[in-house]
């Protein structure tokens, strides 16, 4: 039976919406080449200012690492973590205020990206490749980082202080954190593998050096020589701000040297080191702890993934949220 004019209309109409939803919906997802044709210099460009501010200073790797992560938990990757304003935001969160850093980095990344595309690449984008390449750049693995996402517009720190995982939380609650947002216990251990790079406050790791949890002893979990150089480095009513390395005897370069100390006690952080020692850790973490410790490759594999998992937790894309001009404020 032969269609009428009018029906051969609906069926190519028919055709033409589904074909043009389809394409909303890839539009919608990210992909690795998302700027190939808007921004072909957008990868090498971010690189570039990277490169420079580790020259300038090393820790800001660790420092852009976890910008990324820290933007990523709350709200999902949409630069929200990078928005002035007033004691709201995720700045003046807890595990943020006088601790989040790199800031002025991400503004030199921007301006480098505007003079060469203005108004296509989003922040929270900048952020995924910044932590990438900080990785690389300090002897860790590479990896293609997945792009289209758009910038939020809300910056939330009553979120932040719910969201963000703390040193001086309980095992189980830690990976409830990472559950919440989609997330695994491999991506636990792997993801706290990014603190073989960077340094830590004594306020971050002092409950452990002398009352631990109300004993009146330090932490028995931690190795003695490094509890007597920590207890010198950070006295009871010292400076909590004095800094020292997250992984003792490999400050700076991205390796598996992290998960060997937390077999012989010398995790820096009390959430480092019940990954091994706690007694949740038994069930749920310790076997990782130990493979990741003889096998780097799996180390590197397993963050890897973690990290393109965690670059994927609820993105702005297509018409939701907006490419901020300035990273610090939505725009007018």
Not at 22 to 39: E, H, I, K, V
Not at 272 to 288: E, F, G, N
Not at 314 to 322: D, F, R
Request: aromatic share 8%.
């Amino acid at each position: 039976m032969m269609k009428s004019p009018n029906n051969f209309k609906g069926y190519y109409y028919s055709l033409f919406m589904i074909s043009l939803m389809l394409c909303l919906g890839a539009r919608s997802q990210l992909t690795t080449d998302f700027y190939s044709q808007t921004c072909p210099s957008l990868l090498s460009t971010v690189r570039k200012q990277v490169q420079s501010a580790i020259k300038t200073e090393m820790r800001m790797a660790a420092s852009l690492l976890r910008l990324h992560f820290h933007d990523c938990f709350v709200n999902g990757c949409d630069a929200s973590v990078l928005l002035d304003g007033d004691n709201s935001t995720e700045k003046f969160a807890l595990a943020n205020v006088n601790s989040a850093r790199g800031f002025e980095v991400i503004d030199a990344i921007k301006s480098a990206v505007e003079s060469s595309c203005s108004g296509v690449v989003s922040c929270a984008d900048i952020l995924a490749i910044a932590a990438r390449d900080s990785v690389v750049l300090s002897g860790g693995p590479t990896w293609r980082v997945l792009l289209g996402r758009r910038d939020g517009l809300v910056s939330n720190g009553t979120l932040a202080n719910a969201a963000l995982p703390s040193p001086f939380e309980a095992l189980d609650a830690i990976i409830q954190k990472f559950v919440d947002v989609g997330l695994n216990t491999t991506d636990v251990v792997s993801l706290s593998g990014g603190h073989t790079i960077g340094l830590a406050k004594c306020a971050t790791f002092d409950n452990r050096l002398f009352n631990f949890s109300g004993t009146g002893a330090p932490d028995s979990t931690m190795e003695a020589n490094m509890l007597a150089d920590l207890q010198s480095f950070c006295p009871v009513n010292g400076d909590s701000n004095r800094f020292t390395a997250l992984d003792r005897n490999s400050t700076d370069l991205f390796d598996n040297h992290y998960f060997m100390n937390l077999l012989n006690g010398k995790g820096l952080l009390g959430s480092d080191q019940i990954l091994y020692s706690s007694d949740l850790a038994v069930s749920t973490t310790k076997s990782l702890v130990e493979s990741y410790s003889s096998n780097s490759k799996l180390f590197f594999n397993d963050f890897v993934n973690s990290m393109i998992k965690m670059g994927n937790i609820s993105p702005l894309t297509g018409t939701n949220g907006e490419i901020r001009k300035n990273c610090r404020a939505v725009n007018s």
